[in-house]
Structures are given as C-alpha cells and as structure tokens.
C-alpha cells in the first residue's frame, strides 16, 4: 500500500478577493475554507499524513483549530513562502521518509470529492504524475502583450488560437511519486525556475503528466463570486445525497 502525503499551500493573502480575511480563512457553510478542504481530503483513508503551509503568524493559531478536527492521522505545520511554490517547497521538507507519493491541493479548493481524489492517487500510482483538469469550454486564444494606439491601455494581441481538444485547464489536487516531485523542486530551485502549479515543474524535465477528469464544482476560490458560486454547488451536492 502506497502511503501518500497531502500538502496544503494556505500562505497567500488573497488579494484579488479584495476582503481584509485571508481566503483561506473564509467561512463556507460556516467553516474556514481551510478545514473545509482538509475535511474533504481527510475523508480518504490512503491519505496517511498532511502538511499545512500558512503564514508564519498563523501557524500556532491554524495548529491549534486542526488539533481540534481529530483527523486522527498526523498534520504538520510549516512556515509558507512569498509564493506558492515557496510554499509547496517548504512543506516537501516535512514529508515523512518513505512517503511514496505526494498529492498538493489548494486549501481554497474545498469541493474536490471522494472520487475524485481517490481516481487521481491510483492514476499516480500506476504513472508517477498525475493531476485533475477539465476541458476548455471557450475558444483559446494565444496573445502577446500590446498597447493601444488609441492610448486607450493595455491590450492584447491576438498570435494564434488554439485548439480546444488540445487544452485542459489543471485543478488539484496534483499527485506525483514523492522522490520525482522532490526532484522536480530541486532543479527547480538550482535553475532559478518558477511555474504556476506543480505539473508545471515536473513538465520541464521531460516527464508525462496524465490528467484525471475533475470537475467544474472544483472550482479554486479566487474572486468574491467564486463563494456564492461554491454554496450553490455545495447546494446541488446536498440535494444529490
């Protein structure tokens, strides 16, 4: 039996929620989305240990609410970084030895569900990289920066459009075998390289990342909408039971 690691980056400030909160401290269905997610996840029996990155300032305060979950597995607490990549690297220095794999979801991605999870960890398992993601709906275009000959801003210029079979748009959580994930960090840091999600890091070396079916209920919480979208799909999963 693999043991797996979950790591939760919960260090950003969320600025464009444009709320004084931290939005990994707001509140869904009266709970921070923070334990929220940890809730979802710790709702998988091979998820064996967990890693919570925060702020340096929240940590004794987030210890302290987690302690009171009784996840009944071990979390560990660490200092998070500027970035989420920062943030991720920090937690991979807590990761028990002999961890076989290493799944990293977004603290503001409270909705994954049981299958979901399960799907992307066996995924993994069988592949070494894994992540969640969902079709393009709308047509992809490829841009370069330009500016308005009618001083009207910033703009847009359109190179290319891409085809949308061709495109996915990654969730979490993203699952990696654990020695390939901490490889992937290294070179990483060594060659001053930076990318938006973990796939991304894994991507450079040469390595396949297949990607398991998510879903649009598995959205990641980001602008104020996003939360009274999220009640409404945690609405329709209540009326499904």
Do not use: W
Not at 49 to 58: G, M
Not at 145 to 168: F, N
């Amino acid at each position: 039996m693999n043991r797996v690691t979950a790591i939760l980056p919960a260090a950003g400030l969320g600025t464009r929620m444009g709320a004084d909160t931290p939005k990994q401290f707001l509140s869904l269905d009266g709970v921070p989305l923070l334990l929220f997610t940890l809730r979802r996840l710790a709702a998988c029996p091979a998820i064996t240990d967990f890693v919570i990155s925060t702020r340096a300032e929240e940590v004794d305060s987030v210890a302290a609410s987690v302690a009171k979950e009784k996840i009944g597995r071990p979390v560990r607490m660490v200092r998070g970084g500027d970035t989420r990549q920062d943030s991720v690297a920090n937690a991979l220095t807590e990761v028990p030895p002999g961890t076989d794999l290493i799944l990293v979801h977004d603290a503001v991605r409270p909705l994954v569900t049981l299958d979901q999870i399960e799907r992307v960890i066996a995924e993994a398992a069988a592949c070494d990289a894994a992540i969640l993601g969902i079709p393009a709906m709308d047509t992809v275009k490829e841009v370069k920066r330009a500016s308005s000959p009618g001083g009207t801003g910033d703009i847009a210029l359109i190179i290319a459009t891409i085809p949308r079979e061709r495109v996915v748009l990654a969730q979490t959580p993203q699952v990696f075998r654990a020695s390939l994930l901490i490889d992937a960090f290294g070179r990483a840091r060594a060659d001053g390289v930076s990318a938006s999600d973990e796939a991304g890091l894994v991507e450079r070396m040469g390595r396949d990342v297949h990607v398991v079916p998510g879903s649009v209920s598995n959205l990641k919480i980001t602008r104020p909408g996003d939360m009274e979208l999220a009640e409404f799909y945690l609405r329709q999963e209540r009326a499904a039971r």
